[in-house]
């Protein structure tokens, strides 16, 4: 008996994997539709906007000052976006 709850509650958990990641994967996909209708030119503002801090950021304190901020970023961007890591992976199969 305890074998075969056991076994109905490894399905539940496996069912409800398979959800999950069938979310995670269409949030990923919206997400990246998101960032494809975003213009160029935004893209290419933004890129100038990050080159000047971060030159702002090496000129006073060096590299212990970028490396502090970027794993900041870093830890803030995977929790922005976690889907994207794992729609990354995925869409290489």
Request: aromatic share 4%; glycine share 8%; no cysteine.
């Amino acid at each position: 008996m305890a074998r075969k709850t056991l076994e109905n509650q490894i399905r539940q958990l496996d069912e409800q994997l398979a959800i999950e990641i069938a979310l995670l994967k269409l949030d990923g996909r919206e997400r990246r539709t998101a960032l494809q209708r975003v213009p160029p030119l935004y893209w290419l503002a933004g890129s100038l906007a990050a080159g000047l801090l971060a030159g702002k950021l090496i000129g006073q304190n060096g590299p212990t000052l970028l490396i502090s901020q970027g794993g900041n970023l870093f830890r803030l961007a995977s929790l922005l976006m976690p889907s994207l890591a794992m729609t990354s992976n995925n869409s290489f199969e």
